[in-house]
């Protein structure tokens, strides 16, 4: 077990099934409290964070609403007290050719892969400034570096996270706050799983089947595979680590 989890309150967007799930669980399984924010009820991750002994509490939330995120943010404060650690995870992504995105396209995939972790950062921040003492982990992508066609609004998006995490790691590290991103390959999600998700113009068991021979380690990527990185960052193992992005995709982006 990392050093620093127990006792401490986390807050995962995203959280009700799939990355975001696993990432929850692990950080319950670490000693921390959970509150969950998605669009999605999640009452099977709150079932499996209490049987680890945890306490665990989720709302409805679109993460890209600043009113639905002042509401999460005052559930928090209510039922937990605070929050320790905040992992953005919640993401948007669809395949499509730049010319069929439409601008209205282009502003959601912004806004829930973007302006989500503004909102819910700006929401929680100030307590942990306050108590000197913070952990920030962003969920970016690997596309940024392996470039995948037919994800323009995705990808610009996900390098946006990473410029969100190097500039505001340089703000709060003197508060004792930590911000880094982890960027996942392709992995086996609901989301991912769906019928309307071709990644390389392909159906998405030959796309994963295609990306595991070029890994590394070739298999297929599941969300138990970014957990252990989650939690490592989250911990006082990591505090002389911040503004990096972890890319943790099977060897896939060798940089």
Known sequence: MARGHAGKIAVVTGGANGIGQALAVRLAEEGVDIAVADLQPAEETVKRIEALGRRAGSLICDVSNPDDVGAFADF?????????????NAGFYKTRRFEDISFA????????????????????????RQRQWGRIVNIASNTLG????????????????????????????IDGITVNAVSPGLTR??????????????PIEEAFDLVSKTQAIKRHQTPDDLVGVVAFL?????AFMSGQTLVVDGGLVRV
């Open 189 to 202: 999600t609901p989301g991912t799983l769906e019928g309307q998700f071709r990644p390389r113009g392909l």
């Open 146 to 173: 392996s470039v995948a066609p037919n994800h323009v609004d995705y990808i610009a998006s996900k390098g946006g996270v990473v410029g969100f995490t190097r500039a505001l790691a340089s703000e709060v590290g």
């Open 76 to 88: 928090v404060a209510r039922k937990f007290g605070q929050c320790d650690i905040l992992v953005n």
């Open 105 to 128: 396209d282009w502003r959601r995939t912004m806004a829930v892969n973007l302006d989500s972790m503004f909102l819910m950062t700006q929401a929680f921040i100030a307590g942990m």
């Open 234 to 238: 989250t911990s006082d193992d990591a």
